[in-house]
């Protein structure tokens, strides 16, 4: 398709429970950015991948947190032992890298609901 | 950290009123974005800012980059009810940096 494309939409899960989440960015972007959104709230950064490099991940809350990206494309974020405070909408944007007026294109979220 | 202090929080008007939102930071932001966002949706880009006391248009959407390069205003002019969502500021201070986010307007226009 021709923007970023997230799976699941909607997620549902246990506490205590591992969720893995998935990203497809705009094909031939080189960025790739993961946020969160709790209900009501501006988008809080998480993670982003460029290219090869080494991820900036300052914005990961807990080690329960981590994501990949394999073969500069597809990402998936996962979090691990699941708890309430979890829950939100999760979000990833894509970018053309390097290039000052390539902003960021966001898919519409997996919202991720912690029983 | 950056902060973004977006305001108002949320605006009731009346369909045909013009619309006047902004944002501040504690720091400088080389890029402004402002984003809109339907229930159920990612943000969708309005309009970007790339300059200090660049203007920009986007049909009845206005938005402005602060020559301080710490605030930004949108306006938008002769709302209709399409115009109801959530609008957010975002700056970046370079390229391929995240983007930090204002906490988000609702609007909400009565026909």
């Known amino acids: 398709g021709a923007g970023v494309s997230q799976s699941p939409s909607n997620k549902v899960t246990e506490k205590g429970k591992d969720v893995e989440l998935r990203c497809d960015p705009i094909?031939?972007?080189?960025?790739l950015y993961w946020y969160r959104q709790s209900l009501g709230q501006g988008l809080e950064f998480l993670i982003y991948f460029q290219g090869n490099s080494a991820p900036d991940k300052s914005g990961l809350p807990s080690d329960r947190f981590s994501a990949e990206r394999t073969g500069g494309s597809v990402s998936t974020l996962t979090i691990q032992r699941t708890q309430q405070e979890d829950s939100a909408v999760y979000l990833c944007a894509s970018s053309l890298w390097g290039s000052d007026d390539q902003p960021q294109h966001f898919g519409d979220g997996t919202r991720l609901s912690i029983l | 950290g950056q902060q973004l202090n977006q305001s108002p929080q949320s605006m009731f008007i009346q369909e045909g009123e013009d619309v006047s939102m902004n944002c501040t930071s504690s720091?400088?932001?080389?890029?402004w974005l402002w984003y809109k966002q339907d229930p159920g949706e990612g943000p969708v880009l309005l309009i970007a800012?790339?300059?200090?006391?660049e203007l920009t248009s986007n049909g009845r959407l206005t938005a402005q980059f602060g020559i301080t390069r710490k605030d930004s205003f949108l306006n938008i002019s002769a709302s209709i009810p399409s115009d109801v969502g959530i609008y957010f500021c975002a700056g970046r201070y370079n390229a391929g940096n995240m983007l930090t986010f204002g906490g988000g307007t609702r609007l909400m226009v009565k026909p």
């Open positions: 094909s031939g972007h080189t960025a």
């Open positions: 800012l790339y300059k200090a006391g």
């Open positions: 720091s400088i932001f080389n890029t």
